[in-house]
């Protein structure tokens, strides 16, 4: 079965400190990859994907992602955090088997505070 | 563009009541998703449309709940009769289909109903 594991509740960081929020996925194929931040009562907002190529993706808002084939990893990454970065993050996976309709499978979410 | 456009952002509704909660996708998107999401269950996909046709309804949690896409440009998503555990935010999303399966979806700002 396809999956997507955001193995942090909650990751807390202080300003101007690089952040990491962390997924790892399990799917059948190549894996589409993405990410999405989501702000207090907002909608969620497309970050960055990956589809192929080079591993390190560059995303909005300073957002970057490493794709990690042996490790099935697609960390969020960011060298220096702001505490507008604080809110919740999702990672997804495209569902192959669903072809090119681009049903998604999303993580649980990660909850980023960032500290002043 | 202005988005994929949710109406209404608000709705407070007496248990029993019909629900009927709207989506205009953005213009030229071909796939539109209904998703669900409660503190207690994170992000849920309720049913999702391909070229106004529903593809996977397999989210939709009762009959009470139904959804129709009469055109290209307007989705509904009803619930009939509404009770206290369908309060949640519910968010429309679309994207376009390129036959690649690659583009990411873009949500709207959510309809936050509540069923007391």
């Known amino acids: 079965a396809q999956s997507v594991a955001q193995p942090e509740d909650q990751v807390n960081v202080a300003e101007g400190n690089p952040l990491t929020v962390k997924c790892t996925y399990s799917?059948?194929?190549?894996?589409?990859l993405f990410w999405y931040v989501q702000y207090p009562n907002r909608g969620l907002q497309f970050l960055l994907k990956?589809?192929?190529?080079?591993?390190l993706v560059k995303g909005s808002y300073g957002f970057e992602a490493e794709f990690n084939k042996s490790q099935t990893s697609f960390h969020l990454k960011k060298p220096s955090a702001l505490v507008s970065d604080s809110a919740l993050y999702f990672c997804?996976?495209?569902?192959?088997?669903?072809?090119?309709?681009?049903?998604?499978?999303f993580g649980q979410g990660t909850t980023l505070q960032v500290k002043p | 563009d202005a988005g994929v456009i949710q109406s209404p952002r608000h709705e407070v509704t007496e248990m029993g009541q019909e629900v009927t909660l709207r989506c205009k996708p953005i213009s030229g998107h071909n796939s539109l998703f209904w998703y669900r999401q409660t503190m207690m269950r994170g992000l849920e996909l309720l049913i999702y449309?391909?070229?106004?046709?529903?593809?996977?309804d397999s989210g939709m949690p009762e009959d009470r709940f139904s959804a129709k896409m009469p055109n290209a440009s307007f989705s509904t998503l009803k619930i009939q009769p509404s009770e206290p555990r369908d309060s949640a935010v519910y968010f429309c999303a679309s994207r376009s289909v390129d036959g690649t399966g690659y583009n990411e979806q873009f949500f709207g700002p959510g309809t936050r109903l509540t069923v007391l």
């Open positions: 799917v059948s194929g190549n894996p589409y």
């Open positions: 449309f391909n070229n106004n046709v529903p593809i996977d």
């Open positions: 997804a996976v495209r569902d192959h088997g669903s072809g090119n309709t681009g049903k998604l499978i």
């Open positions: 990956y589809i192929t190529g080079d591993n």
